[in-house]
């Protein structure tokens, strides 16, 4: 059985940082990509970062420069380290295990966690 679970997710103020968690249990991750979204109230679930099978990293250009992705194949968890955290961050963030290559699109992603929510104050 397949479980993702995120964590580290909070309250900030505008300008801080947080480091988000996800934790793979069932198997091995080191052969797959895996993703981060997010989603806002009201809005669609959006592609936020990934991390590739050679740890090639991509990030959506609303985060690019303020968030970096990361895993620790021992440890069978990656991260997301948010920094220069603003209010349109705030979200649910949910990370996933992907299918193949990294895509922006939820469709190229199998197994998501539960996640975790991240509040930004102005």
């Known amino acids: 059985q397949v479980q993702l679970v995120e964590s580290g997710g909070g309250l900030v103020q505008a300008g801080g940082s947080l480091r988000l968690s996800c934790a793979a249990s069932?198997?091995?991750?080191?052969?797959?990509?895996m993703g981060w979204f997010r989603q806002a109230p009201g809005k669609e679930r959006e592609f936020v970062a990934g991390i590739s099978r050679s740890d090639a990293t991509y990030y959506a250009d609303s985060v690019k420069g303020r968030f970096l992705t990361s895993r620790d194949n021992a440890k069978n968890t990656w991260y997301l380290q948010m920094n220069n955290l603003k209010p349109e961050d705030t979200a649910v963030y949910y990370c996933a295990r992907g299918r193949g290559v990294v895509v922006s699109q939820a469709y190229g992603y199998d197994y998501w966690g539960q996640g975790t929510q991240v509040t930004v104050s102005s």
């Open positions: 069932g198997r091995t991750f080191t052969s797959y990509a």
